[in-house]
């Protein structure tokens, strides 16, 4: 393997492999970066056994500078080290060469490193990818989609599939998520329809790396499965991730298709006023907030309390209110959370009765996401 | 006379198991009649509920989600997935509240 590259590109492809790579693996050579040479473009891998990151460079775009003398394959490890190095080297250009024994120089400038490499017949194989199951889904959607759910996922380890979201693929895309005390599901619309149904979980953590990697993305992203691995590919990266095994509890029934009472909110003002509450209710062994709905009197009032601390209470001004009295308590932190990812646009707020749970809705396309929050039962 | 003071003192001592046996076995019956009275009021507030329940219109539960509920609230775990466990910090269930509120 011989290869020189302009080291500003180079530099780039690195970061976005290096995501992957933790200092912590329980399979050595995970701490290292795989290298790919073939004719007309550099391949680099980092993998920490649940996510696996890929991207290309190749000699067709001029900026990268590349010219390949000799192709093969190559692992560095630890691939933070060999990253400090690329960084630190004082030419826009550098030479990698690789001798017997993956003795590997790296030269730049006047300066010259020897490291020494591993053998890349050692480094876990990427799993094939099917593509009959195969969507596009636009990366500003996408980023919708994963925020809207990952915040119900379980961070509970005694409940595996719970750390996951739920995708279910046909003529919609479904994802829910939920640790069991809330839930969150957001359907979208396919453009070209599976031929087949597909359902799969993806944890929670993956798709909130997956997030952070779709900033700077416009473009549409493509979703492919295999047998335990989902595959995200955009521009030059693939990310892989490995999918949670086991059945996902059925979530279609947990959603109810009927309410007793309604209140609408503008989402940040009733946030404000959950996030005042929660004040109190954070200082009280139990966590709970209530909530006191009179549609008669046109009154909702929010009430947290702490015996060791004081007590808070608020009348909310809501934009519309049907239905039955009510009295109805909940965990702050649910409602919060749920509240916030919906910024500032209007929601219905539906309850059935005080023991089931709640839902929010945005109340432009209400059809498209549901957030339910269970109710704590008080004495 | 130090006998005599001896004897009074078992005297006295004597006097006073015998009012300690007696005392117990008030208390054994008082407890009794203590954990009787609340089951009793207990079986009459689950009436009293019911009732009020039925005057609202709210749904009167079946006897068996009756106690599915009584263990819920006891702080265990009633759905599938995991059945009998204990409900960490009685944090609320969505699938055990499903089971026992849901409209099957």
């Known amino acids: ?379 | 006379m130090p006998t005599e003071n001896t004897d009074d003192l078992i005297m006295e001592f004597k006097q006073l198991t015998a009012n300690l046996a007696t005392m117990q076995h008030q208390v054994v019956k008082m407890l009794a009649e203590n954990e009787e009275l609340r089951i009793e009021n207990q079986h009459l507030h689950d009436l009293l509920d019911a009732h009020e329940k039925k005057h609202q219109g709210v749904q009167v539960l079946s006897k068996s989600k009756q106690n599915l509920e009584k263990l819920y609230n006891d702080g265990y775990h009633i759905c599938n997935q995991y059945y009998g466990k204990s409900r960490l910090q009685n944090e609320s269930c969505i699938f055990c509240t499903e089971i026992i509120y849901g409209e099957r």
């Open chain 1, 1 to 379: 393997m011989n290869f020189s590259i302009n080291r500003v590109a180079f530099i780039k492809a690195l970061n976005v492999v290096q995501r992957a790579i933790s200092a912590k693996t329980t399979i050595p050579i995970l701490t290292g970066l795989k290298i790919d040479v073939t004719d007309h473009e550099i391949m680099l891998t980092g993998s920490n056994a649940d996510i696996s990151i890929q991207t290309t460079i190749s000699t067709a775009n001029p900026d990268n500078e590349l010219q390949i003398q000799a192709t093969g394959s190559l692992v560095l490890s630890p691939a933070r080290f060999f990253a400090e190095i690329v960084k630190k080297l004082p030419d826009r250009e550098l030479q990698v060469d690789v001798a017997d024994q993956y003795q590997t120089t790296i030269k730049s400038g006047n300066s010259e490193f020897n490291i020494n490499g591993l053998d890349a017949n050692g480094y876990p194989h990427l799993p094939e990818i099917d593509h009959e199951h195969q969507i596009e889904l636009p990366a500003k959607l996408l980023r919708e989609v994963i925020s809207q759910t990952v915040i119900a996922v379980s961070k509970q380890e005694s409940r595996p599939i719970l750390t996951g979201v739920h995708f279910t693929l046909e003529k919609h895309l479904l994802a829910v998520a939920t640790d069991s005390h809330r839930l969150s599901q957001r359907e979208v619309e396919l453009e070209s329809p599976l031929t087949s149904p597909a359902d799969f979980v993806i944890p929670g953590d993956s798709l909130k790396e997956l997030s952070r990697m779709l900033d700077d993305e416009e473009d549409l992203i493509k979703l492919s499965l295999s047998e335990n691995q989902v595959l995200f590919t955009f521009g030059e990266t693939q990310f892989y991730s490995r999918l949670l095994e086991g059945n996902y509890p059925d979530t279609s029934r947990l959603i109810p298709n009927s309410s007793d009472t309604k209140v609408q909110f503008a989402a940040g003002e009733l946030l404000a006023a959950v996030e005042r509450a929660s004040l109190l209710s954070h200082e009280s062994r139990n966590n709970v907030i209530k909530l006191t709905i009179k549609p008669a009197d046109k009154q909702v009032m929010i009430t947290g309390n702490s015996p060791d601390v004081g007590k808070v209470e608020e009348n909310l001004e809501p934009q519309a209110l049907s239905g039955n009295d009510l009295e109805i308590s909940f965990n702050p932190d649910y409602l919060r959370e749920a509240l916030r990812v919906f910024g500032s646009v209007p929601v219905e707020v539906a309850f059935t009765s005080a023991l089931r749970p709640f839902t929010i809705k945005p109340l432009e396309r209400p059809d498209e996401f549901i957030q339910l929050i269970t109710p704590v039962r008080t004495f």
